[in-house]
């Protein structure tokens, strides 16, 4: 059984650009969620897809975006990337919402 | 929002002894509380989780125990090994649909010595 997998594992942009990350939820989970995750620091809530919409927030600006597909995996979006979007972006998913299972993660290096 | 307070950040035991580490939680509205292991340059793996309804849990030498009154919960880890090595994430969540929005606390560098 598949757990939750994430792409690319690494990934290296330069100030500025855009970048895309992927997340397949591990099979039978409706419910992804993304967090960021500094060095040193616990991860921090940035988004939860549901049923294909948004569904909570955290503390993130718009530059931050994601999506659901209809077979649950989703993307997050980052725009206007910053030097201090230099993080671990890890995906969470869980079927009622608790018991979430993480994925990999991507690091994403921004220079 | 919620603000969750992890304590301490590090923790150095011997092989053998108990390890306990603290959260407290700011906002009573929260009622699902996991823990997570993170080894170095690995994905958080979750290894215990309590809801409001319940006091303690225990599985094997891991057990959480949960005070809503005073609103913080506890990770206990009994007979420690080399292995349970890593960085220990506390979480808090609201109940029902928004159970995703985990507020994590800082983390806890647990090290057990041979």
């Known amino acids: 059984d598949a757990g939750v997998t994430q792409s690319p594992t690494h990934l290296i942009k330069t100030r500025g650009q855009q970048v895309t990350l992927r997340c397949s939820p591990k099979s039978g989970h409706d419910t992804v969620s993304w967090y960021q995750q500094a060095l040193g620091q616990g991860p921090q809530f940035i988004f939860q897809y549901y049923e294909e919409e948004e569904r909570q927030r955290g503390n993130f600006p718009d530059r931050f975006s994601g999506h659901q597909f209809p077979n649950y995996s989703s993307e997050l979006n980052v725009n206007a990337l910053l030097l201090g979007d230099s993080a671990l972006y890890l995906c969470?998913?869980?079927?009622?919402?608790?018991?979430?299972?993480f994925g990999s993660g991507t690091r994403l290096t921004v220079v | 929002g919620e603000n969750v307070e992890q304590h301490p950040s590090t923790l150095s035991v011997q092989e053998g002894d108990s390890a306990v580490i603290k959260c407290t939680y700011s906002d009573s509205a929260s009622n699902y509380f996991p823990w997570y292991k993170q080894e170095l340059g690995k994905r958080p793996q979750l290894i215990i989780d309590i809801r409001s309804n319940v006091g303690e849990k225990k599985d094997q030498r891991i057990a959480v125990t949960l005070n809503k009154t005073a609103k913080h919960f506890s990770l206990h880890i009994t007979e420690t090994q080399p292995e349970d090595s890593a960085v220990y994430f506390c979480?808090?969540?609201?109940?029902?649909?928004?159970?995703?929005?985990?507020?994590f606390g800082d983390g806890t560098t647990l090290t057990v010595k041979p």
């Open positions: 969470a998913s869980s079927r009622d919402g608790y018991g979430y299972t």
């Open positions: 979480a808090a969540s609201p109940y029902n649909t928004n159970a995703g929005k985990s507020t």
